[in-house]
């Protein structure tokens, strides 16, 4: 979408909406019956999908129907940035999804995000930290130059993540109003730092982009529920539930994109969906632990990492087969997960506490993972304790900034030294975005570009 000094146009989606939603602290479900599993994807090597303790009985999910919506008027369309540069794949390529930019390097999908490779259509766009402050109802604006707030305006109830846009051109802030039915979605104009006029969604906790551009998945946490949509006018297309998926929140595809991994908060599985025919493949339950959090895809496209806020450490799960491989312990409350601007390492946030509403000063760290050994190579604690949750890397990747959520600040943690800034901000920063970023699309979050 382009603001300012081209038309902004955003229509409204009517939707049918879903009884008042459950705050995410109120939520203890049941653990979920044994999960079952569908045939595999085209890039699967494996036929079903199993836990670490039994095998499952091999069932077909069905997809839900799609949801009505009320017809939305035309928007503006907007071309795919263009490429920094002209690279081509190397041998062995991969073969994506119809539509998807084709993967450069097959043993390095972050190969396109390395500093130095931003798009010609963001390099004006205003280098800034966007901080949405969840009990604030704002987004406080940080200039990364001089480390200070220099902007804070409102949103919707409940701001959890500024995530870009797939064509990188929106910065939509999801307003999941907890605990009621009045969810938003705020867009952010990234030449001009302003927001436009909110959009009304469902319960948007989190948001994605298929690595082909053609849905956003709106990840409705309280409902259980994916909802693609069209990722300009977020008109509703259809929806997938996921029963036993309780407290659905985080994902990352595979490397062709035919597939996401989708992380159950409430109950310690994880979710398998087929991006292409919009369907839920199966489930795997985590064989330890009980809150998975953040999920990362590999350099090499195919194996998983799973920050796991119960079991403190990381999961290895190999996607394809949908296996749980491993496990490197870090820190307490370990959350959120980001490569470095290399793609050599991941750093990993431990928030210091296992409670969805931690202390202040708790003994948080960010820890430092070797792709290639998946071995910790460096831990570094948040002086005077702290809880470190979301964020991303800077573009010249020399700052990972991070939010401080139960300490209302946004850190900038120097990736050699491990030295940190505190940024005061609002009441209960989540998962902030840094803009701009190298790479050529974004699937989401809070900016995982490729």
């Known amino acids: 979408m382009k603001f300012s000094h081209h038309a902004f146009i955003v229509s409204l989606v009517g939707l049918s909406l879903a009884t008042a939603q459950a705050t995410r602290a109120q939520e203890t479900p049941a653990a979920p019956a044994q999960a079952a599993s569908a045939p595999a994807t085209a890039s699967s090597a494996a036929s079903g999908v199993t836990s670490q303790a039994t095998a499952s009985t091999a069932t077909t999910p069905a997809a839900a129907p799609p949801s009505s919506t009320t017809p939305v008027a035309p928007v503006a369309q907007v071309t795919p940035p263009a490429v920094t540069n002209a690279a081509t794949p190397v041998a062995g390529a991969v073969q994506t999804i119809p539509g998807m930019p084709a993967v450069i390097d097959p043993k390095n999908i972050y190969s396109e995000t390395i500093s130095g490779k931003i798009s010609p259509a ?47 051109r929106t910065l939509w802030v999801t307003n999941n109003a907890e605990g009621s039915n009045d969810g938003s979605l705020t867009p952010i104009d990234p030449r001009t730092g302003k927001p436009g006029p909110a959009v009304t969604v469902d319960d948007p906790y989190n948001m994605y982009f298929t690595p082909d551009g053609k849905y956003a998945i709106v990840v409705a946490e309280a409902h259980e529920r994916l909802d693609f949509r069209d990722p300009h006018t977020m008109a509703l297309i259809g929806s997938v539930e996921a029963p036993q998926c309780k407290g ?21 599985y994880l979710a398998k969906i087929d991006t292409v025919n919009r369907s839920l493949i199966g489930y795997l339950k985590l064989s330890k632990g009980g809150m998975p959090q953040d999920i ?26 949908f296996k749980e491989t491993g496990f490197i312990p870090t820190g307490p409350g370990t959350h ?74 946004a850190y900038a943690i120097n990736t050699e ?26 699937v989401g979050h809070t900016g995982i570009l490729r």
């Open 122 to 168: 963001i390099k004006d766009d205003l280098a800034r930290v966007y901080v949405p402050n969840l009990r604030g109802n704002s987004v406080s604006v940080i200039d990364p130059a001089t480390f200070k707030v220099v902007d804070t305006f409102k949103v919707g109830r409940s701001p959890q993540h500024v995530v870009p846009s797939w064509d990188l």
């Open 248 to 268: 659905i929140n985080h994902a990352d595809f595979s490397i062709d994109g035919r597939y996401a991994i989708f992380t159950c908060e409430f109950g310690g």
């Open 296 to 321: 990362l895809t590999a350099p090499d496209g195919h194996k998983f990492y799973i920050a796991d806020m119960h079991a403190d450490g990381v999961f290895v799960v190999d996607g394809d087969s």
């Open 336 to 409: 959120g997960e980001y490569p470095s601007r290399d793609g050599k390492f991941m750093y990993v946030a431990n928030r210091g506490s296992h409670k969805i509403h931690g202390p202040r000063h708790s003994p948080g760290s960010v820890s430092v993972i070797d792709f290639a050994t998946d071995k910790v190579v460096k831990t570094w604690p948040i002086p005077g304790g702290g809880s470190p949750d979301m964020g991303n890397v800077s573009a010249d990747g020399k700052l990972l900034w991070l939010s401080g959520r139960f300490d209302d600040v």
């Open 417 to 442: 030294t491990g030295d940190v800034k505190k940024i005061p901000v609002g009441a209960e920063p989540h998962g902030l975005t840094v803009w701009p970023q190298p790479g050529r699309y974004s």
